[in-house]
Each structure stands twice: as C-alpha cells, then as structure tokens.
C-alpha cells in the first residue's frame, strides 16, 4: 500500500486562497480516485471534494455544497499529484485535510469507507 502524503496547509486571512496537494510515494495516483476530507475541531469528518481517476471514463468531479464554487479538484498527471484549490476561505473552512485513495476508479462520493489510503493530514487554519 503506497503513501499519501498531503501538504500546502497554512494560516491565511478570510478571504484568501491556498493551494493542498495530495502525492504518492512510490506509486502512481492514475488508477485511484481520490477525496478530500476535512475535520474540523470537535466535528466529525466530513467529506470536501472528490475526483475519479484518469482511467475512468466518467472522468468526474464532486464537491460538497459548502465548497462549491469556492473549490477545485484537479490532477497533474505528469506530477502524479492531486490538488484542492480552496478560494474566498472562511473561518469555517479551518479544519485538518486528509486525501484518501479509492481503488475504485469511477467512484466520486464521500462514503468514507469506499477509500482504503489515507494521509496524515495538513492544516489549514483561516484566521484575522
């Protein structure tokens, strides 16, 4: 089982934007779909955004309602990594971001036990 490894979290104002990114160690992300999660604290964890893998033909995109048009998932295959664009940040989007792999390529929901890998996590706080 290979290693996700998140980064990109940091302290920014309300308003601002960040940048996550979700890589594998020692192996590809092209035939995973992968998630986005969140927990926040003292709240359980909540699903983000989600996108199917490369190889599948539905090639599709989720987000959840507090996210939308705030968010965006996408993937630079050539650097076999996912990113989370996080746009007009809220105090509360603070939480600590997990990506999470699914060995089911077309799935693009937030069932967390549709996915088998998780990282470690990073932070974002959102903050004056």
């Known amino acids: 089982q290979f290693q996700l490894v998140e980064s990109g979290g940091d302290l920014v104002q309300p308003g601002g934007s960040l940048r996550l990114s979700c890589t594998a160690s020692?192996?590809?992300?092209?035939?995973?779909?992968i998630g986005w999660f969140r927990q926040a604290p003292g709240k359980g964890r909540e699903g983000v955004s989600c996108?199917?893998?490369?190889?599948?033909?539905?090639?599709?995109?989720n987000y959840a309602d507090s996210v939308k048009g705030r968010f965006t998932i996408s993937r630079d295959n050539a650097k076999n990594t996912v990113y989370l664009q996080m746009n007009s940040l809220k105090p509360e989007d603070t939480a600590v971001y997990y990506c999470a792999a699914s060995n089911t390529a077309s799935y693009y929901g937030f069932d967390e036990w549709m996915y088998n890998n998780w990282g470690q996590g990073t932070q974002v706080t959102v903050s004056s």
């Open positions: 020692g192996s590809t992300l092209d035939y995973v779909a």
């Open positions: 996108i199917t893998s490369i190889v599948s033909s539905t090639g599709r995109t």
